[in-house]
């Protein structure tokens, strides 16, 4: 008859061991991060990227057409990695976006309502020195192109190129790389001259709000300036350009790219 330690000794060597624990079955997206964990399908690859160090390109959408947001929102979150996190109809509203969700590129319209994509590349750029501005216009223009360069734009992409292109220059703007279509030159040679256009960025954004017949005290809130400082621009644009009423000053928006008709 076996004696009481012999009893214990056995009873220890069959102990029955307990079960490898298990991750909680509504997380499921664990990983064999720990011995005895099994191995279980990732439901979110934001989960998955912590683990490979990537990180995601959060990307904001400025177009004032839905169907147009629509259709590049389609495009964009098709591509792994990427998230769209905002969308704007308008310049200051792609302003408030962007300083709210801090994306790492903004592709931006340049004939926007209430702020034209010069000025809201300006005010984005100001605040939000590590964000980069993707211009995404069907105005190709050398004057258009070297303000929106000095305005801290660092792409220009015209809608006729996006289908061959856009995947390419968001790629290039999340490396905080410069990106411009083949068929837009990107010497860098931008210091060479602003001498085309006479009016500054800020001027430009001026003759975009009253030619869409805003106030002085509209487009003073809309700019953050005073109402006397709105004044002062107005007469320096109407000097600059010789012009003597709101109707020409109308005609050369639309000429030059800042209004579309």
Wanted: aromatic share 6%; net charge positive.
């Amino acid at each position: 008859m076996p004696s009481a330690q012999h009893r214990r000794a056995k009873s220890r060597f069959f102990r029955v061991r307990p079960a490898p624990r298990r991750p909680p079955k509504h997380i499921g997206i664990y990983r064999s991060i720990e011995p005895g964990f099994p191995r279980m399908p990732a439901r979110e690859y934001l989960f998955d990227n912590a683990f490979e160090g990537k990180q995601m390109t959060r990307i904001l959408i400025a177009d004032d057409h839905e169907v147009v947001r629509s259709g590049l929102r389609s495009i964009l979150e098709a591509q792994p990695r990427w998230a769209v996190v905002g969308e704007a109809c308008d310049g200051k509203e792609a302003v408030s976006k962007a300083l709210e969700t801090l994306p790492d590129v903004v592709l931006l319209d340049y004939s926007m309502p209430i702020i034209n994509g010069t000025e809201a590349t300006r005010q984005i750029r100001a605040r939000l020195p590590r964000t980069e501005i993707l211009i995404f216009t069907m105005h190709q223009n050398d004057t258009l192109i070297q303000g929106l360069q000095l305005a801290g734009a660092s792409g220009f992409l015209l809608k006729s190129d996006a289908k061959r292109h856009l995947i390419r220059a968001i790629e290039s703007l999340a490396m905080h790389k410069p990106y411009f279509t083949d068929s837009v030159c990107s010497s860098g040679e931008v210091a060479k001259s602003t001498s085309q256009s006479p009016l500054t960025n800020r001027e430009r954004s001026v003759v975009q709000l009253i030619a869409e017949g805003c106030t002085n005290k509209q487009i003073a809130n809309v700019l953050s300036i005073s109402p006397k400082t709105v004044e002062t621009h107005r007469a320096a644009i109407m000097r600059k350009l010789a012009l003597s009423s709101s109707a020409s000053l109308v005609r050369y928006a639309v000429r030059n790219g800042i209004l579309t008709a």
